[in-house]
């Protein structure tokens, strides 16, 4: 048992945020409720924004960068937006800094005009550019996506999963027709269920929000749900259809194919930093981070054993054989004149994402806590050589999913080994995390059972329920659960059922969980 | 000539900003002072990512993120820094806004305790965070970047040039000894160097500020200074020593070899959007903007001809089959299930790199029209394939930079012939812009020279000046001219001169140019 990390069972709470310490991913920034995003934590960001990019890309979109800030009168103009944005924000009202009278402290200087807000989100501002940038039906669809930083002033924090300061991508679409609109809407929806599943081997639900839960300003709002490990779920991702609520705020209109005037009409989807806090919560274990390999910066440690100069040398050149087995000649050339951290030679296993393999040459460290340190970081696969290993040709190999220990000769290591195993382990974590949701997901046909449900067991249920906002409330002031999704038609158990709320038939299944 | 592009000849201020529209680079934001960068600006900034990412990531450094909001008072903690930094930046006092009394506006409330500035740079919150992740020789050194938006409310903008918010990159490392970090300020000074010259075929001059014009709280700061074709000069990038500046105010120490208390040794080094300013000014010309294929996202357009729908047909069959010569099976058939804008058939030459090869299928545009299109928004290649074309199996290939045009066979067409094609428009490029700066930097041995040379002549003026800030002051004063950089010893005319200031002999030789 890792010392410096809380069990699940002991406090889910204290786990999480052990976790993210003892695999050094970031830290509390010295403004309230923001981060500092360590290296270790910036790379799984780096490893979703290329893969995530690249699907935009494949579906035709296109990047481009917003201003920061927001004139306040922006927000003014959509009314259902302002009451979900505009309240608890980072507001710029002077542009300068002056010494004070005795020059030893600073004050604010040169009020604004109109004051600013630190952007919550970009539609108001992206609307309004886009009323200048589209005219006609030639000029549509604009289908555009934003890597940036927004802020919400939170009250309550948590590293990752909810921060004053965060990192996002929102895409920004606008389209001739309705229909368009709703398309675009489900495809980033199917774009992020197939990259939350491939890529971070975290199965979800995909499906619509309840009124009570939509974006505000948004005709429909979608989700994809991931359960935690503690059968709470979490939002990982978001996908709107606006209709012309934006457009007509901001008069983005054009000259349509019958010549006559419309309004464009609008998506907006986003995924953020969040999704860190959602693999964490995924995959992890007591001993700490566990990581997907697609999403690894490291993708095995090597850690050779020695007590001796004479093994020191044997056990070092075994390591370096099995690094020529794995990584290209120039990559290792290029890795010996690289500098990083001291003694962890790391090699890029694939240049086009950065992914290594480290070879762990620090003296100061023992093996065992050179092991805790890969392991704790989640690093997929280790690799341990002793002098009988270097003497023998063999090697051990220790996987972070806890499946059996192998000893395999060197020659039975190849790049196509090494793929399918990191394929293998992908697989494994994505069945784990699908088989414990499965086991967690319940069915109420009341409002007793779900209440005892939720209470009793956790996890998701499932029920069915007509539009309801007041039983949604009643639910949440009760048991604190919410609506997480309407089902779409090839999820649901069956066509239809009783209404949990009124008891009459009713066409639309949804779920219920405690979400973060 | 293009009528929507003012001349260089005529007005090179109004030919800047006519290039960047035509091309669709950028737009005004709604915000004083600030840029909307557009997907074809957007795709600039991507392509100086991904190198420049590469080349930091090859020497060892890693990314991380670190808050957008700075305490007031972490800028007061060195001295020379909040002079040149503290003074005009936007100032967040506010953390919400409330509805007025009436309902009908927004007003600020929740004011803040201590107010916090937009970051114009992070050494300082960066330093306090390195306070605390070093203890010990063992933690050095750490060689962090981070990518990031950062805001400086300036007085006169100018798009990409100067705004006042804008995108960076900022490096910042600690080391145990003056040494490495002098050696890693050099070697980041190569890096950008070698990225200006290969990647944007921009040469440039590498070497260190006088004292006058290094940055707040450096003990060095070095530079590259490339030559406009005003013959001015622009600054690509800087990179600086600290020294212990930052670490002594922020307390940045560790205990050495020798068990003693140490503070770190730092350099920070940046490069912003402006090389996206610098990148239109070295290359473009009258008819619009020139892009080096390496940061090209469109490396080449195929306009097809026709006249009736027989030949569009034919001509199109053609197109394909020399889109099928230069793309992978795979990226076309992507291709095909590819959104985007209408009617631009656009595939992935290189996946990697997201450049591209655009069939132009537009219908409601003639020829001209889309040669215009690709001309001004500087595509390298242009192929244009016409009913005849089609019967011969030949094709027309344009060239951007203006070279002569070709009449092939499309069985001559490869990846390797275009790969040659696109590497020697890159040098061709490169070369071209050698030759402006060297045929527009001159010599100055006097004073006198130099003044009559700077009105005359512009460009790069070569001079051996001493350290000496009051005459610095005064040709800045008169001529608008500044001392750009110290040159290396290696690219000194000779290793001492007259100095211009005081005539006494001196081993220092500088440039002097009126900068952006």
């Not at 710029?92 to 630190?118: I, M, Q, R, Y």
């Not at 749900?225 to 983005?252: C, I, R, Y």
């Not at 609506?483 to 038939?505: E, F, H, N, T, W």
């Amino acid at each position: 048992m890792a010392k410096n990390i809380t069990t699940r069972a002991a406090d889910y709470s204290k786990w999480y945020q052990d976790v993210i310490k003892a695999a050094d991913l970031a830290d509390q920034a010295p403004v309230r409720g923001c981060m500092v995003i360590k290296p270790a934590g910036f790379a799984l960001w780096e490893g979703i924004q290329r893969d995530l990019d690249r699907r935009f890309k494949e579906t035709g979109h296109i990047n481009a960068y917003f201003p920061l800030l927001i004139p306040v009168s922006f927000l003014a103009k959509e009314a259902k937006h302002i009451e979900g944005f505009a309240m608890e924000c980072a507001v710029v009202t002077h542009s300068g800094l002056a010494k004070n009278e005795k020059g030893d402290d600073l004050v604010v200087k040169n009020e604004l005009e109109e004051p600013f807000v630190v952007r919550p989100t970009s539609e108001t501002v992206i609307g309004h550019m886009y009323a200048q940038w589209v005219q006609s039906w030639r000029d549509l669809p604009i289908l555009i996506n934003q890597w940036a930083n927004v802020m919400r002033w939170e009250m309550r924090t948590r590293i990752f999963l909810r921060t004053s300061e965060f990192l996002w991508q929102e895409g920004h679409t606008v389209h001739e027709t309705a229909e368009e609109a709703q398309e675009e809407t489900l495809r980033m929806l199917d774009v992020y269920k197939s990259f939350s599943e491939d890529f971070l081997a975290t199965p979800v639900l995909a499906g619509e929000k309840t009124r009570r839960e939509r974006f505000p300003g948004a005709n429909h709002t979608y989700t994809i749900e991931a359960m935690m490990q503690d059968g709470k779920a979490l939002q990982n991702g978001t996908s709107h259809n606006l209709g012309q609520n934006f457009s007509k705020a901001f008069n983005v209109s054009f000259e349509g194919r019958d010549q006559k005037r419309e309004f464009a009409y609008g998506t907006s989807w986003g995924v953020s930093t969040r999704l860190i806090g959602a693999l964490i919560m995924t995959h992890s274990d007591d001993e700490g981070l566990i990581l997907p390999p697609r999403i690894a910066p490291t993708l095995a440690a090597i850690v050779p054993i020695w007590k001796n100069d004479d093994e020191r040398a044997k056990v070092i050149a075994h390591c370096n054989r099995l690094l020529a087995k794995l990584c290209d000649d120039a990559e290792l050339e290029a890795a010996r004149n690289h500098l990083g951290q001291r003694n962890l030679f790391t090699v890029f296993y694939d240049n086009a994402t950065s992914q290594s393999i480290t070879l762990d040459l620090r003296d100061a460290m023992r093996p065992g806590e050179k092991h805790f340190h890969w392991e704790q970081r989640g690093v997929p696969i280790r690799f341990e050589i002793g002098p009988r290993d270097a003497d023998s040709g063999k090697l051990v190999v220790k996987y972070r999913t806890g499946a059996e220990k192998e000893i395999l000769d060197l020659g039975a290591i190849t790049r196509d080994w090494f793929d399918a195993k990191l394929n293998g382990i992908q697989n494994e974590l994505y069945e784990r995390a699908l088989k414990y949701r499965e086991a967690n997901t319940h069915v109420a046909a009341t409002k007793d059972e779900l209440y005892k449900t939720l209470e009793t067991k956790g996890g998701f249920v499932r029920a069915f329920l007509a539009e309801d906002d007041a039983f949604e409330e009643k639910v949440k002031a009760d048991t604190k659960a919410t609506v997480r999704l309407i089902y779409q038609p090839r999820d649901m158990r069956a066509k239809s059922g009783k209404c949990i709320a009124s008891g009459k038939d009713c066409e639309r299944e949804v779920v219920f969980a405690v979400s973060y």
